[in-house]
């Protein structure tokens, strides 16, 4: 019986082996046009390399762990490396080529950086900015109530007062509450985009509070709130699909713009409380829609289906709403766009 026992355990591993390149029951499919090998250069990132491989760029990290002896970390990746794919196997593979001359020479520290994941620059000034004030945030807020010499602006160096909320940390952010995020399936308003205006530091904690106005990017007045500036998060930026069904909307297009693109900034009507994470990558979809066939005796109407448009990189996410970097994007990015598990 021990013996039966180990024998399936070694065919179980075999086939786990064997199905390396399958997630989800989805095995991982190769770009049309995959080259042969890539040249990493400045300026690339792990998911655009990806892309040139791959037709879910997401998937890079399952495409490498099949050849984990020769890519220890696929976030270790340099300019100048060469990124060979290996189609002599069963399962496709990635390798790395060394394309550095060995020869005597002074010993100089390398200083490269590794290529990112995805381009940083993008996400990086939303990852301290308060970008969504959640209903059940507003009410408990510092709310700023007068301004010192009864002025009717705050700018840099300006006193201002609060009532409301606890103000027992140092360092602030001044928002003021802007348009609803409603989801679209509910009409239930998730929360308000937050729109930055400036940073405070707390003077007197009191009743009123006084605070001390550092950096105004905008005009600040009465009835403006304040909210703890976040400490900054540093991010490995993980890329993986949602381990559960994610189903939500587009509900904003950050800078108020219309359609978005690539690398474009939205808002989906699912957070923290929904299971997302940040590293999650959603696939975006045109919602069918119908159209009228008229070239029948009879009038009849067609249901089109739903199409792929591109994917998001989840990368900040509160509790009822998180933010997403456009990674691709076939066509516009519109609010009311389906978001899915890709």
Known sequence: MLRIISALLIIFSSLCFSAGAVADGKAIELSPDA???????????????????????????????????????????????????????AEPQLRLLNTVKVQPQVRIEDTRQAIPAIPQHVIEPFLTQPLVAEASALDGAPRIVGIKEDRVIAGNGDLVYTVGGKTDTKLWQVYRPGKALIDPDTGETLGYEAILLGTASLIHQSDPATFQINNARQEIGRNDRLMPAPRPDILSYPQRAPGGKISGRVISIYGGTITGSRYSIIAISKGKSDGVEVGHVLALFRAGHEIDDRYRDIKTTIALPEERKGLLYVFRVFNRVSYALVMDALLPVEVGDAVRNP
């Open 35 to 89: 080259p042969d090998r890539h040249v990493v250069v400045a300026g690339d990132t792990l998911w655009g390399i990806a892309s040139k491989f791959l037709k879910d760029p997401y998937r890079w990290n399952e495409l490498w762990k099949l050849n984990a002896d020769d890519i220890k970390s696929p976030h270790r990746i340099y300019p100048g490396q060469v990124i060979v794919l290996d189609r002599s196997g």
